[in-house]
């Protein structure tokens, strides 16, 4: 069951992002034309929509977990999940879309932390990934140290201002698109990342000086 | 405090300011020295160790693999035809008559028809049906009530006779030469079956009645040795690809009982399949794993099972589809199986969440 108020939360953020702040509003009939097609479970609509997702999903998936593999799992989850819930976006735009997928990888993501702490095992592809990603397994394992120290700094952030340091410095989103995905105006964005770099300020370069 | 906070924050300000002054500068080109030495020095030092800490940060950004986004691409575009063939088959021989009444008439139909004695030829006559026939209904909805009214050990042998029967209107859709609607329809319900059959299995081993587990399994590879051999005779490469997708799911299922208890389970059987097309009957009338009285501890858990049933759930069709992609080929997806199925009170439906 979700929780009343993130599901509020999403139709808030859904709400905003297909307000007036649309970027353009013949790409956004555009987009519309392309979500009402999917609705229909049109092919071509669909392979639209999932070449124009990948890059930002896989990207958001991959900040938030350890490995290629899972992220590689989580993706799959989210696509998945989106051609079973098309017919309840109500997003306009190609922010509101992601806006909605990025929610539906949180959710995926939790389900996930949820059950491997309910059936604990081990992680073989996890394993697998800092052996495949270089021919160097050594430094594999200290750059997955390294994503692993910033994932826990990241994690110390608060949902939002986490949200606005991935959509700029992870997907490389300008301020007005992260406002859109956010579903948040600017003046708040701006807000949530000043506070946000501060704290990553502070937790990085404690985490340098601990080692 | 307020005043501390206050002057906190405008420092914070600064620096943040003076780091965005100096990306801009990066990115026209200036070598990072330059644009630092341009920074007041009182800041200077904590500005550096911001665009470490950023720089650390764009580090998480990794692109997809190169395999990975066509590998996905050609399993999700399957699920959307799935999807799309689910809704064609809801609405195509119902006309304005809404799915919902019609699956709730035919199940009381069924009801009526059976306790009126009239029904049994009815019944009988929908037995050799295949989606998309006009008496399918009349047995989906005899499965559910018969569901619907079964307790301990019944639930399970239920389960698995659904599973045979799938097997048979598979195979009876390929004499028949079905479209490839028929058989996505087939797909989703093969899946559902075993999805649910491995579920209430789980549960029951959990409870510590490992026999439904062990029927389960050796059902599962009897109708996966059936489909593989049906793959090799297909001719059609979109139902041999179909009846491909159904092996590679059933062998994910397989896996994840195999994970559940391998010590505990019995010898595991030759993946060949089984001599006579009805295999698979054995599998679930004579299984030595015939539900023990440890189910009758377990009954809750099983009546809890039956109730998606008997409200006429089906997994949606991302849920069905997304453990039938190549395993093989997809090592990594495998573990959605085993998760999904690990975990049935986990919310996975996107009608629920967005």
């Known amino acids: 069951m979700v929780p009343q108020g993130a599901r509020g939360v999403l139709l808030e953020r859904q709400r905003v992002s297909g307000s007036d702040e649309s970027p353009g509003a013949s790409e956004s009939a555009a987009f519309a034309t392309l979500i009402r097609r999917a609705r229909a479970y ?105 994503r692993a120290e910033v994932r826990r700094a990241m994690e110390q952030l608060t949902d939002d201002q986490r949200e606005v340091i991935v959509c700029k410095y992870v997907l490389g989103y300008d301020n007005e698109r992260t406002a859109a995905v956010v579903g948040k105006n600017a003046n708040a964005v701006n807000q949530l990342h000043h506070r946000a770099v501060a704290s990553l300020r502070r937790l990085l370069a404690g985490a340098e000086h601990g080692r | 405090m307020n005043d501390l906070t206050d002057a906190m924050s405008e420092r914070d300000a ?17 070598a990072e020295a330059s644009a630092l030495a341009e920074v007041p020095a009182g800041v200077r030092e904590e500005v550096e160790v911001t665009l470490r800490a950023l720089s650390r940060v764009r580090g998480l950004a990794e692109a997809p693999s190169s395999a990975f986004g066509p590998r996905l691409e050609a399993s999700f575009l399957d699920a959307v035809d799935v999807a799309r063939a689910q809704q064609g088959a809801a609405r195509a021989p119902r006309g304005w008559f809404g799915a919902a009444l019609l699956r709730t008439a035919a199940m009381l139909g069924a009801v009526v028809l059976a306790l009126a004695g009239g029904g049994f030829a009815a019944v009988q006559a929908s037995e050799s049906t295949i989606p998309g026939d006009a008496l399918y209904p009349v047995k989906e909805a005899g499965e559910t009530v018969r569901l619907y009214f079964a307790r301990g050990d019944g639930v399970t042998r239920l389960r698995l006779a659904q599973l045979v029967r799938r097997q048979r209107e598979l195979e009876s859709a390929l ?62 490469p979109d139902v041999a690809r179909t009846l491909s997708r159904m092996s590679n799911f059933l062998a994910a299922q397989e896996r994840e009982l195999e994970t559940v ?37 377990a009954t809750p858990l099983a009546q809890r099972d039956a109730v998606p049933a008997a409200t006429g759930t089906t997994p949606t069709p991302g849920g069905a589809l997304r453990e039938s992609t190549p395993v093989a080929t997809r090592p990594a997806l495998v573990p959605t199986a085993a998760r999904d199925a690990a975990t049935p009170t986990a919310p996975s439906t996107p009608t629920r969440r967005p």
């Open chain 1, 42 to 146: 049109d092919r071509d609509a669909f392979g639209e929509l999932y070449r124009r997702s990948l890059g930002p999903v896989y990207r958001y998936c991959r900040a938030r977990t350890d490995s290629t593999a899972e992220a590689e799992e989580l993706t799959q989850d989210v696509f998945m999940a989106a051609l079973s819930g098309i017919q309840n976006v109500r997003a306009e735009h190609e922010p509101g879309w992601l806006a909605w997928l990025f929610q539906v990888a949180r959710y995926k993501h939790a389900d996930a932390l949820r059950a491997r702490y309910r059936k604990p095992q081990a992680r073989l592809e996890a394993a697998g990934d800092a052996v495949d990603e270089g021919a160097r397994p050594l430094e594999a394992v200290l750059a997955s140290d390294e």
């Open chain 2, 175 to 236: 004499q028949r030469g079905a479209p490839a609607r028929v058989l996505l329809a087939l797909e989703v319900r093969v899946a559902t079956s075993t999805k649910q059959l491995v579920e209430l299995s789980t549960r029951l081993e959990a409870a510590g009645n490992p026999a439904p587990a062990q029927a389960t399994l050796e059902a599962v590879k009897v109708l996966q040795g059936r489909i593989d051999v049906l793959t090799a005779s297909e001719a059609r």
């Open chain 2, 261 to 297: 208890a391998p010590g505990e389970r019995l010898a595991p059987t030759p993946g060949t399949p089984p001599a006579s097309p009805g295999g698979g009957t054995s599998g679930a009338r004579e299984t030595p794993g015939g539900p023990t009285a440890a189910d009758a501890s």
């Open chain 2, 14 to 30: 600064a620096i943040l300011e003076a780091v965005e002054r100096v990306q801009a500068r990066l990115a026209t080109g200036v």
